[in-house]
């Protein structure tokens, strides 16, 4: 069955437009409400960041979980590993978050959490869709069984404790300079409070959300401004999250980026010298950097690589029996702390290493030289030329060009209509010829 509404991280597009039009939206809240009511009073969570479409999708989702008799719990602004945390400690049937992550404000997501906070299944996403398709009016319910609607006035400050709590009770920021980003987004109260409330002197950006400027210019997908900013306030460390705080990344007291592969390494190998470390491994994704593998390789650990999409992580992660991984972008999944990816946490453990090792940001955090990589993107209009026979051939001979020295990763967007080409390996020349011939050969057959 091919998808018509859920992508690689639930239901996402441009706001007030299908599938995130009112109407639309209400459906769905119909729909995910009669999957989760259980024959008593279900409970849901809802969330959501600071777009100006957040108002508009979080009053239809509520119509239509009411509607169908869930009891519905605002949260209001929260990041994402908010919504987790508190559809666990609400003891809710069912969690929402409402977030297109880094994407600009015109876009908008609708992400969906079970009771143990983690992301919906590719089983259960496609019982939705059927469900979507087919007549929602027989699960409406009768007038005395609608459903409530609350406001929870503290998420925030829970969500503060909640982050606060997966450090031990003595570890304090005393002297240290953090400049934080929070992306115009849903942290941008959390992240400066928790961070000064553990002794940091914290200076914010990205803290003045008018609806519109999400991820403008700032956030974990443009960190120019932060690097500006940890130079200008010789600053220890800078933090940058995403519109809802589901992914971090770092730029250390120099100003150079720590991505997630540098991240997931000194956290894994910070855990495994304190014996905190399950499954002898971390799970990452096809995309991180061959660097890591090699780098985990020579500490005595297992890179287990997943599909791309956190909740792939997190899937692999249950199999393997691993409580470390993440992705290149900056979604680090912690399972000790939280079930999905938790950008202050992370950048919490990350510090807690560093000042354990007694280290600057620089000299903990870059442990390992990236192999070089090479990204290409071919749009497409139709059809699925990755079957195309002289495409297939073309692959083949890429793969057994690199085999030994390189890697090869080619894959349709969950998002939009293009095919994705990362070669990595030692040559850097080399890897960029294979790529551009590559995307050469899927341009002739694309169009």
Request: net charge neutral; with cysteine; hydrophobic share 40%.
């Given at each position: 069955m091919?998808?018509k509404?859920?992508?690689t991280?639930?239901?996402?597009?441009?706001a007030?437009?299908?599938?995130l039009?009112p109407?639309t939206?209400v459906?769905l809240?119909?729909a995910?409400?009669?999957?989760?009511a259980?024959?008593?009073?279900?409970r849901?969570v809802i969330?959501?960041d600071t777009?100006l479409?957040?108002?508009m999708?979080?009053?239809?989702l509520t119509a239509?979980?009411?509607s169908v008799?869930l009891d519905v719990?605002?949260?209001?602004?929260?990041?994402?590993?908010g919504?987790?945390?508190?559809t666990?400690?609400?003891?809710a049937?069912?969690?929402?978050m409402?977030?297109?992550s880094?994407n600009?404000y015109?876009d908008?997501?609708?992400k969906?959490?079970?009771?143990?906070?983690?992301?919906l299944s590719?089983e259960?996403?496609?019982?939705i869709?059927?469900l979507l398709?087919s007549?929602?009016?027989r699960?409406?319910?009768k007038?005395?069984n609608l459903?409530r609607a609350k406001?929870?006035e503290d998420a925030q400050?829970?969500?503060i404790?909640?982050?606060k709590r997966s450090i031990?009770r003595h570890?304090?920021?005393?002297?240290?300079?953090?400049?934080?980003?929070?992306?115009?987004g849903?942290?941008y109260?959390?992240?400066p409070?928790?961070l000064?409330e553990?002794?940091?002197?914290?200076?914010?950006?990205?803290?003045e959300?008018?609806g519109?400027n999400?991820?403008?210019g700032?956030g974990?997908?443009?960190?120019g401004?932060?690097?500006?900013?940890?130079?200008e306030?010789r600053?220890?460390?800078g933090?940058?999250?995403?519109?809802d705080a589901?992914?971090v990344?770092?730029?250390d007291e120099?100003?150079?980026v720590?991505?997630g592969?540098?991240?997931?390494?000194l956290i894994?190998?910070?855990m495994?010298?304190?014996?905190?470390?399950q499954?002898d491994?971390?799970?990452?994704?096809?995309m991180?950097?061959?660097?890591l593998?090699?780098?985990l390789?020579?500490?005595?650990?297992?890179?287990?690589?997943a599909?791309v999409?956190?909740?792939y992580?997190?899937?692999?992660?249950r199999?393997?029996?691993c409580n470390?991984?993440?992705e290149?972008?900056?979604?680090i999944?912690?399972t000790d702390?939280?079930?999905?990816g938790?950008?202050?946490?992370?950048a919490?453990q990350l510090?807690a290493?560093v000042r354990e090792?007694g280290?600057t940001v620089s000299?903990?955090?870059?442990?390992f030289e990236?192999?070089?990589?090479?990204m290409?993107?071919v749009?497409?209009?139709?059809g699925?030329?990755l079957?195309?026979?002289a495409v297939q051939?073309?692959i083949?001979?890429?793969e057994?060009?690199l085999e030994g020295?390189?890697?090869?990763?080619i894959?349709p967007?969950?998002?939009?209509?293009v095919?994705?080409?990362?070669v990595?390996?030692?040559d850097?020349h080399?890897?960029?010829?294979?790529?551009?011939?590559?995307?050469?050969?899927l341009?002739?057959?694309a169009?």
């Amino acid at each position: 069955m091919t998808r018509k509404y859920f992508g690689t991280d639930g239901v996402r597009g441009v706001a007030n437009e299908k599938p995130l039009d009112p109407e639309t939206v209400v459906r769905l809240g119909m729909a995910v409400g009669s999957l989760f009511a259980n024959g008593r009073r279900a409970r849901v969570v809802i969330g959501k960041d600071t777009r100006l479409s957040g108002y508009m999708i979080e009053q239809a989702l509520t119509a239509g979980f009411l509607s169908v008799g869930l009891d519905v719990f605002l949260l209001g602004p929260v990041p994402t590993p908010g919504v987790a945390m508190l559809t666990r400690s609400l003891r809710a049937d069912l969690g929402v978050m409402i977030s297109a992550s880094h994407n600009p404000y015109q876009d908008n997501g609708i992400k969906f959490f079970d009771p143990n906070g983690e992301k919906l299944s590719d089983e259960q996403e496609k019982r939705i869709e059927v469900l979507l398709e087919s007549d929602l009016s027989r699960y409406a319910a009768k007038n005395d069984n609608l459903g409530r609607a609350k406001r929870i006035e503290d998420a925030q400050a829970r969500y503060i404790e909640f982050v606060k709590r997966s450090i031990p009770r003595h570890f304090k920021l005393d002297g240290l300079r953090v400049v934080i980003d929070c992306a115009n987004g849903a942290a941008y109260k959390i992240a400066p409070m928790a961070l000064w409330e553990l002794g940091a002197e914290v200076y914010a950006i990205g803290v003045e959300p008018n609806g519109l400027n999400i991820n403008a210019g700032c956030g974990s997908t443009d960190i120019g401004q932060l690097q500006q900013k940890v130079h200008e306030h010789r600053a220890d460390i800078g933090i940058a999250l995403d519109g809802d705080a589901d992914r971090v990344l770092v730029v250390d007291e120099k100003g150079q980026v720590v991505d997630g592969d540098q991240i997931l390494a000194l956290i894994a190998t910070h855990m495994k010298a304190r014996g905190q470390l399950q499954g002898d491994g971390v799970v990452a994704t096809i995309m991180s950097n061959l660097g890591l593998e090699r780098y985990l390789q020579s500490q005595g650990l297992k890179l287990h690589r997943a599909q791309v999409g956190d909740r792939y992580v997190a899937q692999m992660m249950r199999e393997k029996g691993c409580n470390v991984g993440g992705e290149q972008s900056g979604h680090i999944i912690l399972t000790d702390y939280n079930s999905t990816g938790d950008g202050l946490i992370a950048a919490l453990q990350l510090l807690a290493a560093v000042r354990e090792q007694g280290k600057t940001v620089s000299e903990a955090c870059h442990l390992f030289e990236p192999v070089p990589q090479v990204m290409e993107n071919v749009r497409y209009a139709g059809g699925r030329p990755l079957e195309n026979a002289a495409v297939q051939r073309a692959i083949a001979e890429a793969e057994k060009e690199l085999e030994g020295w390189g890697r090869l990763v080619i894959r349709p967007s969950g998002t939009e209509p293009v095919i994705r080409i990362m070669v990595e390996g030692d040559d850097e020349h080399r890897i960029r010829q294979i790529a551009q011939n590559l995307a050469g050969v899927l341009r002739r057959k694309a169009a």
